[in-house]
């Protein structure tokens, strides 16, 4: 795997699929989250969970990263023309060895003036994993983040060992709520008490609460109620290639959530 994901690099087999974020207060998209694949010339395309790991223990994953990273803005720069949408957000993983690379912030500011996109629209997403590594360089690049002008949120918000103590040292901008505490919130009440609190807890901190993995209807109808601010989930879209996305596609996802929520707040 090590040798084809080497080759893969060279080739340029990485590729971004976006998953659009559904604000619920404007009831419009209000951007992306890039998801990675790998168009694999014998096994077709490839979700993460079937080389990530790889990708991080060998290292390789620095490299993949930029590389996805510089496509994903160049794409991304195209997209936003196409649609006509230079309000969008594009909101990239990074693995804590990518998020703790020394040039990383450069690297960035690079590549966000090279294809004219305001700081504001990139978001980076990182897990307590790299808090973990280390906490005092994890701080230095979130404040150098923010100095020029991109953000930060913290992934699977809620599934590690001291989550909320994260919250107190790191001053991110957005909470991404696990999807194990979406999946059962229709018939777990401990799951809504759950969410409302997270709910609270971000906006008290004054921080965005998104969640994630929404795939039914009674799912958003829960997360509503309980005030959280973005969605995300196979209920509103899958992931889709970036070079396939178009105004149809995004316009039917926005005209089809709406349906969904008024639907909602008429029930
Ligand atoms: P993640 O950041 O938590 O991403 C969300 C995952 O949930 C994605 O899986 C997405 O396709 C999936 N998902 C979205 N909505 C739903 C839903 O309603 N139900 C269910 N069951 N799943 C949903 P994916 O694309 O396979 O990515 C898996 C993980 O790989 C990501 O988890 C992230 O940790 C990592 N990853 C993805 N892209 C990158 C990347 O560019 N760089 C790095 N370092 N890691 C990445
Ligand atoms: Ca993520
Ligand atoms: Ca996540």
Redesign the pocket.
């Known amino acids: 795997l090590e040798q084809e994901l080497r080759a893969a690099l060279a080739n340029q087999e990485f590729e971004?699929?976006l998953?659009p974020i559904l604000d619920l207060q404007s009831q419009r998209i209000v951007g992306f989250?890039?998801?990675?694949?790998w168009r694999n010339p014998a096994r077709g395309v490839l979700?993460?969970?079937e080389f990530?790991q790889v990708a991080q223990r060998t290292g390789l994953?620095i490299s993949i990263?930029m590389q996805?990273l510089r496509q994903t803005l160049k794409e991304f720069t195209a997209l936003i023309k196409r649609l006509e949408r230079a309000d969008l957000n594009i909101s990239?993983?990074?693995?804590p060895s990518?998020f703790l690379q020394p040039d990383l912030v450069k690297a960035a500011a690079r590549l966000l003036q090279e294809f004219e996109l305001p700081a504001g629209s990139l978001s980076f997403?990182i897990?307590e994993q790299v808090i973990i590594s280390d906490l005092t360089q994890a701080k230095l690049v979130v404040e150098n983040l923010h100095a020029i002008g991109i953000s930060v949120a913290l992934?699977?918000f809620g599934t590690g060992y001291s989550a909320l103590n994260y919250l107190r040292v790191l001053s991110v901008d957005t909470i991404?709520i696990d999807?194990s505490f979406v999946d059962d919130l229709e018939r777990n009440s401990r799951s809504m008490m759950m969410m409302r609190s997270l709910s609270q807890l971000a906006h008290n901190f004054k921080i965005k609460a998104v969640a994630?993995?929404?795939?039914w209807l009674e799912q958003l109808a829960s997360v509503e109620s309980h005030a959280i601010d973005q969605v995300?989930?196979?209920?509103i879209a899958?992931?889709l290639a970036m070079v396939e996305i178009d105004a149809g596609w995004l316009d039917g996802i926005e005209q089809r959530a709406q349906k969904l929520l008024s639907h909602l707040r008429f029930a």
């Open positions: 971004p699929h998953q989250e890039a998801l990675m694949r979700t993460p969970i990530i994953i990263g996805l990239f993983n990074l693995s990518e997403e897990t992934d699977d991404k999807r994630e993995g929404v795939e995300q989930g196979y209920l899958r992931p």
